[in-house]
């Protein structure tokens, strides 16, 4: 069985020392290794970005894709090889600027892959600009007035359309984060986990510390119940998208692959179809 050193290669991160990401990958590895996952089980899909480098880290197969376009490319290769474990990842601005467009339609149409958000508020690859998830007032080359336009909240965005697998976590939670991974591969259905993860060289603001004094941790709070989706946009709402751990969970509803005609009846809906070249060319 495959352990935490498999999913290892021997290509050192260029990351920024201390940028969140890391824990992010090594969380990915020690997930994949609980789930009883061997490298050839796993797909990476990545888009652009500093977070867009994390396909290339792990020992599995990866595709680096082009900018907002992970989603796509990981829902195709689900579709073709549905015995594939298949993660997509990528930044804020990947995932909630040029490719949100994909991020709604992909949680609405809940194909069984596993989506992580490296999420640090900032365009860090291009040396700090605001995207989409940096706060009002936020100041940065491309802003220096500050940001005018009011931050999204993914969680709200993902509740309303539809996401069946909500959870959030944060960087230095390594615990949480990996448990949160491994719930999200085993979710039969779309599974979206945002990560703060903070950029140490270009935003000052959301930084370790501040996270820590921000965040509100489900694990910390009795009574909550991820199976109701009124009481998750209730908290999402109260602690202003703050939350960490599972938010949201549906269980009863089946994945996109069970629904496609044709795979449902024949039982193909989680195995791959192998056809010839000349049945191929027929088609
Ligand atoms: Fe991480 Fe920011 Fe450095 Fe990019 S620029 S590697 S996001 S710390
Ligand atoms: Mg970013």
Redesign the pocket.
């Known amino acids: 069985m495959a352990t935490l050193k498999d999913f290892r290669n021997n290509i050192k991160p260029n990351?920024?020392p201390?940028?969140g990401?890391f824990s992010i990958q090594a969380a990915i590895q020690r997930a994949a290794a609980n789930v009883g996952l061997e490298p050839e089980n796993l797909a990476v899909v990545s888009g652009i970005g500093?977070s867009g480098r994390i396909s290339g880290y792990i020992n599995a197969y990866g595709f680096h894709g082009v900018h907002g376009r992970s989603l796509p490319i990981a829902q195709g290769v689900k579709m073709a090889n549905r015995e594939l474990t298949v993660l997509a990842a990528g930044g804020d601005g990947d995932g909630f600027a040029i490719g949100m467009g994909h991020t709604v339609h992909a949680i609405r149409r809940n194909i069984d892959i596993t989506y992580i958000v490296m999420d640090?508020q900032i365009y860090?690859?291009t040396k700090g600009q605001t995207s989409p998830r940096s706060a009002e007032g936020f100041k940065t080359k491309s802003t220096p007035a500050g940001s005018i336009e009011s931050a999204l909240s993914p969680l709200e965005v993902a509740l309303a359309a539809g996401a069946t697998f909500i959870a959030q976590s944060f960087s230095s939670n390594l615990k949480q984060l990996t448990s949160l991974i491994e719930q999200g591969m085993n979710h039969k259905g779309f599974s979206f986990i945002n990560v703060f993860s903070p950029?140490?060289?270009?935003n000052k603001v959301n930084t370790y510390d501040w996270f820590k004094e921000n965040i509100v941790n489900l694990e910390e709070t009795p009574d909550y119940d991820p199976s109701n989706r009124v009481m998750a946009m209730t908290k999402i709402m109260e602690t202003g998208s703050m939350l960490t751990g599972l938010i949201y969970q549906n269980t009863a509803k089946t994945s996109y692959e069970n629904h496609v005609p044709g795979f449902k009846e024949q039982g193909l809906a989680n195995q791959n179809i192998q056809i010839s070249e000349e049945e191929f060319n027929k088609l």
């Open positions: 990351w920024c201390g940028c990401d500093c640090n860090g690859l950029c140490v060289t270009f």
